[in-house]
C-alpha cells in the first residue's frame, strides 16, 4: 500500500537556522508531490508541488523540495527560518493511478527568535 | 463565496446525537474529501467523492456518511456521535486529472467535540 514517512515529528530551531524536513514514500510509480502547511489555528495551504520537470521545486516563502527519484524522497529546505514559519507541515503523494491524496503524520516546527 | 466553506466553525455535542457538518465549494471541482486531524495521527481521509451521485469511504469511514447530491455541496453526517469522534474535520476538493492531480483545497475546518 502506498504510504508517506515524515522522520522529523517536532523539530526545534532558532530564526536563521537552516531547516530540512524529511518526507520519503513507498509507492514505486509516477507519483505527485505536495508539501502543504497548517499555521496555528489555521487549514492546511499548499506550500509547494513537484508534478514533473526540474526535481528542485521552489515554493512560497522561500521554501524548496528536492524530488530524488532514486531515493523515494522529497525533503523540504529553507535556508533561514523565521519565526512566522512555527506551523505543522505535511508531505503527501499521489499516484497518477490511483484518486487518493495520501498524507504522511506531519512535522510539528517551532521557530523562536 | 470564494473556495471552501464549512459549517459549523465549532461545535460542542453530546453522545448519541446526529450531527452534519456542512461543507461547500465554489471552484467548480469533481473531487470533495472529509478529513479528521488527529494530534500525532495527521489528517486521515474519511470519505471521498470523484464526482456528483458517486461516493467512497477512505482510511476512517465508520460511524459517517456523506451524501453528494450536486458538485458543490459534501455534507458529513455522524449519525450517533461518540467521544472518539471528537477531532478537527476538514472538508477539502480537487480536479480529478490533468496536470493538478492531487492538488487539494481545504476548508477552514470544524472542531467537534463529542462528552
Known amino acids: 500500500a502506498q504510504s508517506v514517512s515524515q522522520h522529523n515529528h517536532h523539530v526545534i530551531l532558532s530564526e536563521a537556522a537552516s531547516l530540512e524536513l524529511g518526507c520519503n514514500y513507498s509507492?514505486?510509480?509516477?507519483?505527485?508531490l505536495f508539501w502543504y502547511v497548517q499555521y496555528p489555528g489555521q487549514h492546511l495551504q499548499l506550500l509547494l508541488k513537484?508534478?514533473?520537470?526540474?526535481?528542485l521545486v521552489k515554493g512560497i516563502k522561500g521554501f524548496e523540495a528536492e524530488f530524488i527519484k532514486s531515493k523515494f524522497s522529497f525533503n523540504l529546505r529553507k535556508p533561514s527560518v523565521q519565526w512566522s514559519d512555527t506551523a505543522e507541515y505535511f508531505c503527501?503523494?499521489?499516484?497518477?493511478?490511483?484518486?487518493?491524496?495520501?498524507f504522511g503524520t506531519g512535522t510539528r516546527l517551532q521557530v523562536f527568535p | 463565496i470564494a473556495g471552501i466553506t464549512q459549517a459549523p466553525t465549532s461545535q460542542i455535542l453530546a453522545a448519541g446525537r446526529r450531527m452534519t457538518l456542512r461543507c461547500t465549494q465554489d471552484?467548480?471541482?469533481?473531487?470533495m474529501y472529509w478529513y479528521r486531524q488527529d494530534l500525532g495521527l495527521g489528517l486521515r481521509l474519511i470519505h471521498y467523492?470523484?464526482?456528483?451521485?458517486?461516493?467512497g469511504k477512505g482510511e476512517v469511514p465508520d460511524g459517517y456518511s456523506v451524501s453528494r447530491a450536486n458538485t458543490d455541496d459534501f455534507p458529513l453526517t455522524l449519525a450517533s456521535a461518540v467521544p472518539s469522534q471528537t477531532s478537527v474535520y476538514f472538508c477539502?476538493?480537487?480536479?480529478?486529472?490533468?496536470?493538478?492531480?492531487?492538488?487539494?483545497?481545504f476548508g477552514p475546518g470544524t472542531r467537534l467535540t463529542v462528552l
Open positions: 477539502a476538493s480537487s480536479v480529478t486529472s490533468g496536470r493538478a492531480l492531487g492538488e487539494q483545497f
Open positions: 509507492y514505486g510509480g509516477t507519483v505527485n
Open positions: 513537484y508534478f514533473s520537470g526540474d526535481p
Open positions: 503527501a503523494v499521489i499516484s497518477r493511478f490511483t484518486d487518493k491524496l495520501i
Open positions: 471552484m467548480r471541482h469533481n473531487a
Open positions: 467523492s470523484n464526482t456528483a451521485g458517486t461516493t
